[in-house]
């Protein structure tokens, strides 16, 4: 019996850890529908959105498009994908600006928009919200760890 209740001591809180770290994100990266890519790394798609990757594999241009980065969607894919706040993020384009290195990615204020945004740009990349309806031209990007 002190066995069992050992076990159950120590195996609770690695299932419930396991049952939380499953938890699905609150966003979904989007791409347009004739993109290659079908999965990435969050570190991959952070590299595209900071710019530091500037071609997908097939040479198109990326262009990377956030939404406004105080919306909810925002401040969850900053906190996923970059493993920064916003207001890290921020910081990181006005160093990048003032220095003359680039600008920060195109910021649009709803899903509709980046939605539309990237079936319309072919080397688009964008997110939208878990549970935004996906239109034909896009598709969604499996994230891999």
């Known amino acids: 019996m002190k066995r069992t209740r050992f076990f159950y001591l120590l195996l609770g809180p690695l299932l419930l850890w396991s049952l939380v770290g499953a938890e ?3 966003f ?26 500037t071609r997908w594999e097939n040479g198109f241009k990326v262009t990377p498009v956030d939404q ?17 706040t916003v207001k890290e993020i921020k910081s990181h384009w ?30 688009a990349i964008g997110y939208v919200s878990v549970g935004t309806p996906i239109c034909d031209g896009v598709k969604v990007l499996n994230i891999r760890e």
Do not use: C, W, Y
């Open 94 to 123: 006005v160093k990048v600006v003032f220095s003359g290195l680039g600008n920060p990615p195109i910021e649009l204020k709803s899903d509709d928009e980046v939605l539309n945004f990237v079936k319309h740009n072919v080397g």
């Open 28 to 53: 979904r990266v989007v791409v347009n529908a004739s993109n290659p890519v079908t999965a990435m790394t969050k570190q991959q798609i952070s590299r595209l959105f900071l710019k530091k990757e």
């Open 24 to 26: 699905t994100e609150s």
């Open 68 to 84: 406004v980065l105080d919306s909810p969607t925002g401040a969850s894919f900053s906190e996923a994908v970059h493993e920064r």
